[in-house]
């Protein structure tokens, strides 16, 4: 078994020579491979000195979690096990990053919902885990097939959020993820998302430095709460349970709690601008009357939309989100800038999306919001249905 | 006339290698130079289910994802997708592009009267052949099918060549590979077949070889106009990713 006294000041337990998060991330030479999102979910976490995974099966993301075993059997990770299920997955994952481990899982769909209250359990706690989530549908009848609407019930948990479009940037996303969590100015879990299937299971080329170096360890005496230790019971706030005491103290401390957990997702913008290169990214012309404001797989749609709608003369711009927690508002604002319509495609029925940009942009901005096109129980997004919708609203020769 | 991408969808039952196919045509794609991407749909994984895979390769980027729902090629790699409808579309044509091509891996002819006017008045080319028997021949199992389709969609496009896919069959058999439990018990059956992996690599190949051949000469005869642009025409864009 790999273990921490293993480790050299150049050398992790793997014998992994130790960088910088920015060499690994923007300096180390790259080569090309060829891979699907499973695959490229262990080639991320081969990388980032990870202490802990716990896992459970459920499509699409069981490929990564049993690859993710197959990195602690090469001796890459400190541990893994599997849970008894997605509520003792994640509430061992809790356990796991208290004691000071970095840890990463990950689920889907229904496994996300079962282990739904331990969501705001780790932004209370202020553990700095990963969540790799390949969205996937929760409702009945059953579907395994892409549809995003789970996210919307994560969105006030707590936890950041960060959205990846592809294999590519689910790669390098998920590195950035524990770097920024772990600051111990942010320190707060991340949940990092992608479509199932359309991200999981396609297979397309993708860009990897070597797998001879590595992230730094996690630092847990860096951390804003202490890790368990033998003079620390786990989170030492739960020393002297505040849900005991009904009173003033207890409610203007679970407030201010709230508040300062919002705060260091806040706080991670700085981090997220640097390691995500922005917290929107954005392609097409400068000034465009059609605006597509899109995370994950709907902003490939959109940029394969945007491609169409330039051959046919329309002006156009698609802004992609890297991040929902936090929501970036200012640079939305920035982005949508003259925009006569703005589209928001999503893959879920309820267009929480969409929601989050109408709050946004309320009030500081004259564009026509439209959430539009909208798919869900599986369903793909062709560029036809999008340009269909376009055409409602712009004429189209 | 030669499009910039081109949209492959591949209805097959579980079971067949249509997901396997999907990735050996995208990975031979990719090696050509071309941008290329694959992905699978399918529900229960079990044998004789509906199962889709789909291929799409291009000069340009490819942002499109999920199901191909205005294909440029259908593949049917089971006449029982036509016969009792196992697919996520219907007909199987639905949604096919104007010049494109529909390949069907059956010994009988299974299109109606009316589904040749379809596709005929849409200049869609039906090239229709028993895949399954070729592949007995070839390689001594059925379940080399896939190959045998894969060297045809490859023989017809004609700008993806023969050591590209010879590529993504060693990357797909040789190198350590993760799938579903379904897959990984079809990759032990087919190994036990062949004494050595490589054996199974050369029989795949024979087939795919072998049915890029027939299918190239049955492009010619029915003047079929190039679909693909050749890969010299492709060119590297900023598609805008974490890391340039």
Known sequence: MTKRSDMTAEKNWSGQKIVSPDYLLFEAPREKHFMTGSEVVKEAMKRC????????????????????GELWAEGYIGTYFRGENEFGVMSEVAGCAMAGSRTVTTTSGPGTLRAMENFPMWSGTRIPCQLILMARGINSPL???????EVSFLLETGC???????????????????IVAEKPDVHIPIITAVDGFFVSHTRESVMLPADDIALPPYDPYAAPLPPIDSEMPPGRFLRDPFVMKSN???????ASWQWEVRSAADRSRKYAKHFLKGLVHTTGDDVADVVFVACGTASHQAKEAHRELAKLGVTCKVVKLRTIRPFPTEELIEATKGAKYIFVPEFNVTGWLYNEVVKALYGRSES???????????MSMPV??????VANFVKID | MAKDSIKVRMPALGGQGAVTAAHIAATAADTEGYYAVSNPFFGAEKRMAPSESYTRIGTVPIFDRGEVVYPDIVMIYHPQVVTMGKSYTMPFYAGIKDDGLVIINSDIELL????????????????????????????????????????????????IGKPAIEEGIKDRFLKKYTASGGTASL??????????????????????????????????????????????????????????
């Open chain 2, 187 to 244: 990759d032990s059956v087919i190994e036990k077949k062949f004494k050595k992996k490589l054996d199974l690599i050369q029989k795949n190949l024979e087939t795919a070889s072998a049915a890029f051949d027939l299918a190239a000469e049955w492009a010619k005869e029915v003047g079929l106009e190039p679909m693909l642009l050749d890969p010299s025409h492709v060119v590297p864009v900023d598609t805008g990713y974490v890391t340039a």
């Open chain 1, 368 to 378: 026509e919001v439209i959430g539009k096109p909208r798919v869900a129980g599986g």
């Open chain 2, 112 to 159: 109606t009267d009316e589904d040749k006017k379809i596709l005929a008045d849409k200049n869609v080319k039906v090239l229709t052949k028993d895949f399954t028997k070729f592949a007995i021949d070839i390689a001594g199992t059925e379940l080399a099918t896939n190959m045998a389709m894969l060297g045809a969609l490859f023989g017809v496009l004609g700008t």
């Open chain 1, 49 to 68: 000195t990870v202490d802990a995974s716990v896992s459970y099966p459920i499509t699409p993301q069981s490929e990564a979690a049993h690859l993710i």
């Open chain 1, 248 to 254: 003033y103290i207890s409610y203007a401390t679970h």
């Open chain 1, 160 to 178: 950041m959020i960060w959205y990846a479009e592809n294999v590519q940037e689910l790669f390098d996303m998920t590195i950035a993820a524990f």
């Open chain 1, 143 to 149: 579907t395994i097939q892409p549809d995003n609407l």
């Open chain 1, 384 to 389: 036809e249905e999008i340009l269909k919708e």
